[in-house]
């Protein structure tokens, strides 16, 4: 660590997204080889992601799928992005975190966030008042839970003083990241006096925003100043040839505008229909804007924008999704390529200009 700034952190967001008529077998398949790779090629982190009654996206628990690529890992950590909080009881969930600290050797990391208004509120948990207005508290009773004895009493959760085991190892609170995308959670997050999640969705510039946002308001809820361990996430894939980098953008911008419109919604949720010009629409500005700020190109390309997303953001732990070609071999052939070519550059050329996070 260089004058109080974290160490860049360089590690993979496994999505266990299904291409094709890939079996449930083949797509976990993928995900413990990678895991596997990450480790051995000495990446920092590996993220699992939460998704429920998805046929593209088939980690039902991210807990779960973190819990054991632990025990098949031994130097990378592995977090959440994210647990979907208000679908969980928080206490139990800060139990568990506890738990893998402790069987990890300090190796876990918890990212939360509520996910989308999805009918995942309706079939797990309370229903929407759970989504509008869950987070906040659940996001409270894990960190009241990490510190020993919690209770509550309000209209979302009601219960007595307990006591929470294990505690998390000495020296060490629970590793709590916040899901931001919009100043509420942005807010949440510093309000709390913990670091953030950030997404693809985000350019440089709107996450150096966002940080500064994070800085003021953790600054107003009494925390001292410090600079915070915040993470983000996007995607990379090497390829020399631009023609693929397209093709790979625009299948991927094609999955998040389709998925928008099929995802079943929870009860009470409105939702927009588009017509066929208006997805076309949508796929294309979708397309244009990851074109012109995701590390999808050649090495150079990869190495500049990774480069100038941690320079301009000050945020130094990234989250690299890379299984965009769909297959196996050709995600294990990017890591690979990320591990060897991508990431000693980007770690080079950062450590020339330590960069203040948190600014």
Same mark, same amino acid.
């Given at each position: 660590?260089?004058?109080?700034?974290?160490?860049?952190?360089?590690?993979?967001?496994?999505?266990?997204?299904?291409?094709?008529?890939?079996?449930?077998?083949?797509?976990?398949?993928?995900?413990?080889?990678?895991?596997?790779?990450?480790?051995?090629?000495?990446?920092?982190?590996?993220?699992?992601?939460?998704?429920?009654?998805?046929?593209?996206?088939?980690?039902?628990?991210?807990?779960?799928?973190?819990?054991?690529?632990?025990?098949?890992?031994?130097?990378?950590?592995?977090?959440?992005?994210?647990?979907?909080?208000?679908?969980?009881?928080?206490?139990?969930?800060?139990?568990?975190?506890?738990?893998?600290?402790?069987?990890?050797?300090?190796?876990?990391?918890?990212?939360?966030?509520?996910?989308?208004?999805?009918?995942?509120?309706?079939?797990?948990?309370?229903?929407?008042?759970?989504?509008?207005?869950?987070?906040?508290?659940?996001?409270?009773?894990?960190?009241?839970?990490?510190?020993?004895?919690?209770?509550?009493?309000?209209?979302?959760?009601?219960?007595?003083?307990?006591?929470?085991?294990?505690?998390?190892?000495?020296?060490?609170?629970?590793?709590?990241?916040?899901?931001?995308?919009?100043?509420?959670?942005?807010?949440?997050?510093?309000?709390?006096?913990?670091?953030?999640?950030?997404?693809?969705?985000?350019?440089?510039?709107?996450?150096?925003?966002?940080?500064?946002?994070?800085?003021?308001?953790?600054?107003?809820?009494?925390?001292?100043?410090?600079?915070?361990?915040?993470?983000?996430?996007?995607?990379?894939?090497?390829?020399?040839?631009?023609?693929?980098?397209?093709?790979?953008?625009?299948?991927?911008?094609?999955? +998040?505008?389709?998925?928008?419109?099929?995802?079943?919604?929870?009860?009470?949720?409105?939702?927009?229909?588009?017509?066929?010009?208006?997805?076309?629409?949508?796929?294309?500005?979708?397309?244009?804007? +990851?074109?012109?700020?995701?590390?999808?190109?050649?090495?150079?390309?990869?190495?500049?924008?990774?480069?100038?997303?941690?320079?301009?953001?000050?945020?130094?732990?990234?989250?690299?999704?890379?299984?965009?070609?769909?297959?196996?071999?050709?995600?294990?052939?990017?890591?690979?390529?990320?591990?060897?070519?991508?990431?000693?550059?980007?770690?080079?050329?950062?450590?020339?200009?330590?960069?203040?996070?948190?600014?």
């Amino acid at each position: 660590m260089l004058s109080g700034v974290p160490d860049l952190r360089l590690g993979i967001l496994l999505t266990t997204q299904r291409h094709g008529a890939q079996s449930d077998a083949e797509v976990f398949e993928r995900a413990l080889r990678l895991a596997e790779r990450a480790d051995r090629s000495g990446l920092d982190d590996l993220w699992v992601t939460e998704h429920h009654f998805s046929d593209a996206s088939l980690s039902s628990s991210a807990l779960a799928l973190a819990s054991f690529l632990l025990g098949r890992t031994r130097h990378v950590h592995v977090g959440t992005a994210v647990t979907q909080l208000p679908l969980h009881s928080p206490v139990h969930v800060a139990e568990q975190a506890a738990l893998l600290q402790h069987l990890s050797g300090n190796r876990f990391l918890l990212g939360v966030g509520r996910g989308m208004p999805l009918i995942d509120y309706d079939v797990l948990g309370g229903g929407a008042p759970y989504w509008h207005g869950g987070l906040e508290e659940a996001l409270d009773l894990v960190v009241r839970a990490g510190r020993g004895q919690v209770h509550q009493d309000s209209g979302l959760y009601s219960f007595p003083p307990v006591t929470t085991m294990p505690r998390p190892p000495a020296g060490s609170g629970l590793p709590v990241y916040v899901a931001a995308s919009s100043p509420r959670t942005i807010t949440l997050a510093a309000d709390q006096g913990l670091p953030m999640l950030l997404f693809f969705d985000k350019d440089a510039e709107a996450k150096a925003e966002m940080v500064a946002l994070h800085r003021r308001q953790a600054a107003a809820a009494g925390h001292p100043e410090q600079p915070y361990d915040h993470a983000f996430a996007l995607f990379a894939h090497v390829t020399e040839d631009p023609s693929e980098a397209e093709r790979l953008i625009r299948n991927r911008a094609r999955q +998040l505008v389709e998925s928008a419109q099929l995802a079943p919604l929870m009860a009470g949720a409105p939702r927009q229909r588009a017509s066929a010009t208006q997805r076309a629409e949508a796929v294309e500005h979708v397309t244009a804007g +990851l074109l012109a700020t995701q590390p999808v190109g050649s090495t150079a390309m990869c190495v500049e924008r990774l480069v100038r997303h941690i320079a301009v953001s000050g945020v130094r732990r990234v989250l690299c999704q890379v299984e965009a070609s769909g297959s196996t071999a050709g995600a294990i052939d990017n890591l690979d390529r990320l591990s060897t070519d991508v990431f000693p550059e980007v770690r080079r050329r950062v450590a020339e200009r330590p960069v203040p996070s948190g600014r």
